[in-house]
């Protein structure tokens, strides 16, 4: 899902100072899980920079505000490794994420863990199932860093969607975007090779003009990322090495022969 990174949000920055929350919990020195911070302090970070939440794209920056004012109540923060929500936990209110990242992992009928994706802020979590009949996460929501987000109420966030157009096309789009990227996903998970699996993946991170990337996970998550034993993983992509496919780099990979990888 694509973010837009790198935009000063001064008014983003103001908003979490007046909840109390400092750099210093970034750098992971809070204690608190999931604490509610409601002390009224002066802006202190206004050279703090956070990325636009895609919900709010071709909106003013003053709309923007204007929202946040409107329905930001509550600031909650996570250590990294803390769990924010387990799979099959109601969905009560809108969680936006707008500091860090987080993974998402499911348990399985057979008991293993299937690692979903790594999601970086500033999005929503699980916006295809905030308002389903059936509204529940479908998935374990882990900080992979220290996180911080914004909670809203889903009535509030409704009403908004109602009355402003570019904000319901926005929600829209990325639930569109997101049923596309768990489409994908199930379509490879289906792919009885490994190597095939491995392929597809290295083709969809990678463009001909584009051919290297680096990996958001460590060896250990990306076999768990695609439902295998670290071992087979390792020698999977040994073998794509050997054969002149790609090159690994620690987490980089540069893809040397496309054509293998797509006759794979």
Not at 192 to 220: G, H, Q, V
């Amino acid at each position: 899902m694509e973010n837009k990174k790198g935009l000063s949000h001064d008014h983003l920055a103001r908003l979490l100072s007046e909840h109390n929350i400092s750099q210093d919990y970034l750098n992971g020195h809070s204690q608190h899980r999931g604490q509610n911070q409601n002390a009224d302090h002066h802006h202190e970070n206004s050279d703090q920079h956070l990325s636009y939440c895609p919900l709010f794209k071709n909106m003013s920056q003053a709309d923007h505000d204007q929202f946040l004012d409107r329905n930001v109540k509550e600031v909650l923060t996570y250590k990294k490794g803390e769990t924010i929500a387990m799979q099959g936990d109601q969905i009560s209110s809108v969680m936006l994420l707008v500091q860090g990242s987080v993974r998402t992992e499911m348990i399985t009928m057979e008991g293993n863990i299937l690692d979903i994706d790594i999601m970086e802020a500033v999005i929503p979590l699980a916006p295809s199932f905030i308002y389903g009949e059936k509204n529940q996460y479908p998935f374990d929501v882990i900080a992979a860093e220290p996180c911080i987000f914004l909670k809203i109420s889903k009535e509030a966030w409704l009403d908004e969607m109602a009355n402003n157009k570019q904000m319901l096309t926005n929600f829209l789009t990325m639930n569109a975007d997101l049923t596309l990227y768990l489409t994908n996903k199930l379509q490879m998970i289906s792919l009885k090779s490994l190597r095939k699996k491995l392929a597809t993946f290295f083709l969809e991170k990678t463009t001909i003009e584009n051919d290297s990337f680096n990996l958001k996970r460590s060896r250990t998550q990306l076999a768990e990322f695609f439902g295998v034993q670290r071992q087979s993983l390792a020698r999977s992509l040994k073998e794509m090495e050997d054969e002149g496919m790609i090159k690994l780099d620690g987490r980089n990979v540069k893809i040397f022969d496309r054509n293998k990888l797509i006759r794979e």
